[in-house]
């Protein structure tokens, strides 16, 4: 199968290309998880995802960014969806965003007295937005560091969760049908933190 490279996706973007490599701990996936600095809506995958809230309504941050650039039609489709629950997710189409679907997935507010139920909610919202994409016959999809931001979810601990759910996803049957996991971070520090802990749970040969 001819998946593109990710510099062919995204050489005349605006991103940087943070980190992208060959993991051949997963099985004959070339290229498959990568990771980009930058902002998520100008991503081309089939599906990014937002980290939005549980009235799927909007808000500030990445949210806001990408209903921003989607256009007000992104909304028009998500005032049905009545909204979600926390660790759950809802798939929409991206109308004027480069990628073809938005997950709006809705990560928890971190409360470092409760870090198991946390924990348990930001695994099952990338779970759950991973299982949406297969579901939908996607090859691709983008994620931002859902909860880190205005939630206050720690970036390392949150970064920790995240990669052992996708590590174990991509292990499974599932895991095989997307061609492409790209995370996308917006700060220097974030990035540090991918870069140090993707070669941990996806460990070079
Ligand atoms: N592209 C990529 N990443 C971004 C972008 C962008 N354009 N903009 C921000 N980030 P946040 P949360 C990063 O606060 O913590 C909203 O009001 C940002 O630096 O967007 O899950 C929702 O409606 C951070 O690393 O999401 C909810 O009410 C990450 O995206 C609430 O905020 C997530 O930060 C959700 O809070």
Redesign the pocket.
């Known amino acids: 199968k001819d998946i593109p490279t990710i510099r062919q996706l995204y050489r005349t973007s605006s991103l940087s290309i943070a980190q992208t490599r060959r993991y051949p701990s997963v099985e004959a996936h070339l290229d498959r998880i990568s990771l980009l600095q930058g ?3 100008k991503v081309q995958v089939d599906a990014i995802v937002n ?3 549980r009235s799927l309504l ?8 990408i209903h921003d650039a989607a256009g007000p039609k992104l909304l028009a489709e998500c005032r049905p969806l009545n909204g979600c629950e926390t660790g759950g997710a809802k798939i929409t189409k991206g109308y004027d965003l480069p990628a073809l679907h938005v997950i709006h997935a809705v ?1 928890p507010i971190y409360d470092s007295k409760d870090v198991e139920t946390k924990e348990s909610q930001l695994a099952s919202c990338y779970q759950n937005s991973l299982d949406i994409a297969v579901n939908n016959s996607l090859k691709s999809i983008a994620f ?8 206050g979810y720690p970036i390392e601990d949150a970064t920790h969760v995240v990669l052992d759910v996708v590590r174990k996803f991509c292990d499974m049957e599932a895991g095989k049908e997307l061609d492409r996991i790209v995370f ?1 971070v ?2 220097n520090t ?1 990035r540090a933190v991918y870069e140090k802990l993707l070669s941990e749970y996806f460990p070079p040969d």
């Open positions: 902002d998520i809506t980290a939005a809230n909007g808000g500030g941050g990445v949210d806001g960014a990560g931002p560091c859902i909860s880190t931001g205005i939630y996308v917006w700060s974030d």
